[in-house]
């Protein structure tokens, strides 16, 4: 594992979150949000097949909401870094190819950060390792209750062309899950975003082409005695 770097965290607001974006999670609607995608993260984190898996969440989830099997780095946000089971900055303080599912739920955001951090996480992956992102959905009514947050969402276009970028390879679907407007508690997924609050995208890290390479022909050598 690389070094660990220690985080200063961050002081809290007047409301005793802490002074992030990501505090809006903190929030009736926010936590409406995070209540929806509990049973879908949950089981995306046990299929890691005895792998150890990462997950980096926007707040640390009340004690009981989701209980992943077999071992992982659970982190949330903090103003200088990831808090949690272990407080850090990037990179990662993870070996390379040692982790089997990463679950970013809602940690990525725009710019050179979220590349960065996309890069450690497919730096982590073993090959055949899978990436699940949770993103909010910019076209969805709900997107009022986060207005003013800092919070900003990205439709799925633009996060299959950066995780493509970090040399994944994302699915062609989406599915939308959460509520559409009012903060309620929305678990079933739907196929396609639609106006959900948010969308789950799956990425894989391949190691084979994806197109086959075709094998080159092979010349004698000259005086060579041809095989039997």
Request: aromatic letters at 6%.
């Amino acid at each position: 594992m690389g070094p660990l770097r220690m985080a200063t965290m961050p002081a809290p607001s007047p409301t005793g979150q802490p002074a992030l974006p990501a505090a809006w999670f903190g929030t009736p609607a926010g936590g409406a949000l995070l209540a929806s995608e509990a049973a879908q993260c949950q089981a995306i984190l046990n299929e890691s097949r005895g792998l150890p898996w990462l997950w980096l969440a926007p707040l640390s989830p009340a004690a009981g909401d989701i209980r992943p099997q077999g071992r992982g780095l659970r982190l949330c946000a903090a103003e200088r870094g990831w808090a949690g089971d272990a407080q850090c900055t990037l990179p990662l303080p993870l070996a390379g190819e040692s982790i089997g599912i990463v679950v970013l739920q809602h940690a990525l955001t725009a710019g050179s950060a979220g590349s960065e951090l996309l890069a450690e996480c497919a730096r982590v992956l073993v090959p055949g390792g899978r990436l699940v992102l949770f993103a909010l959905n910019p076209l969805a009514p709900y997107r009022w209750h986060w207005r003013g947050s800092g919070l900003q969402g990205a439709e799925p276009l633009t996060w299959r062309r950066r995780l493509r970028e970090a040399g994944l390879q994302p699915e062609l679907l989406s599915q939308g899950i959460g509520p559409s407007w009012r903060p309620a508690v929305s678990p079933r997924p739907q196929a396609g975003v639609g106006l959900r609050a948010a969308y789950l995208l799956r990425a894989e890290k391949r190691t084979l082409p994806l197109t086959p390479i075709r094998e080159r022909r092979r010349l004698p050598a000259p005086g060579a005695v041809p095989a039997v």
